[in-house]
């Protein structure tokens, strides 16, 4: 585990192979500093709610990169934004999850944000 601050965090596992350490897996995870509006905006539409929200919480974009057998690399199973949403307005119980695949249009609308 490593980390690069309060909220980037990054995973790797190792399996010993042919007697060596090997990286099978590597995750990270880095917290997104996007200001509320953005927020709101980006949960609304990965909830597919029109009505406005006050939408607080966490956000964080995840890679997931996992070794292929075959060729011995480490691919990319998952990229997305998670966004951990508390709505207080009752509509979500307790905290939310919506996973936005980085690849959608809604992902490339936050990494526009992000930039």
Same mark, same amino acid.
């Given at each position: 585990?490593?980390?690069g601050?309060?909220?980037?965090?990054?995973?790797?596992?190792?399996q010993?192979i042919? +007697?060596?350490?090997?990286?099978?897996?590597?995750? !990270? =995870?880095?917290?997104?500093?996007?200001?509320?509006?953005? *927020?709101? %905006?980006?949960c609304?539409?990965?909830?597919?709610k029109?009505?406005e929200?006050?939408?607080e +919480?966490r956000?964080y974009?995840?890679?997931?990169? !996992? =070794?292929?057998?075959?060729?011995?690399?480490?691919?990319? *199973?998952s %990229?997305?934004?998670?966004?951990?949403?508390?709505?207080?307005?009752?509509e979500?119980?307790g905290?939310?999850?919506f996973?936005v695949?980085?690849?959608?249009?809604?992902g490339?609308r936050?990494a526009?944000a992000?930039?």
């Open positions: 585990m490593e980390r601050g309060a909220i980037y965090h990054y995973y790797s596992t190792y010993y042919d +007697g060596e350490p090997v990286k099978i897996k590597y995750e !990270e =995870r880095e917290g997104l500093l996007l200001d509320d509006p953005q *927020v709101e %905006e980006f609304a539409a990965a909830s597919g029109e009505e929200a006050d939408y +919480g956000w974009y995840e890679h997931v990169m !996992e =070794r292929d057998s075959v060729t011995g690399e480490l691919e990319t *199973v %990229e997305e934004y998670v966004f951990y949403c508390d709505n207080e307005n009752g979500l119980s905290w939310d999850r996973h695949d980085a690849a959608s249009f809604l490339s936050i526009q992000l930039e």
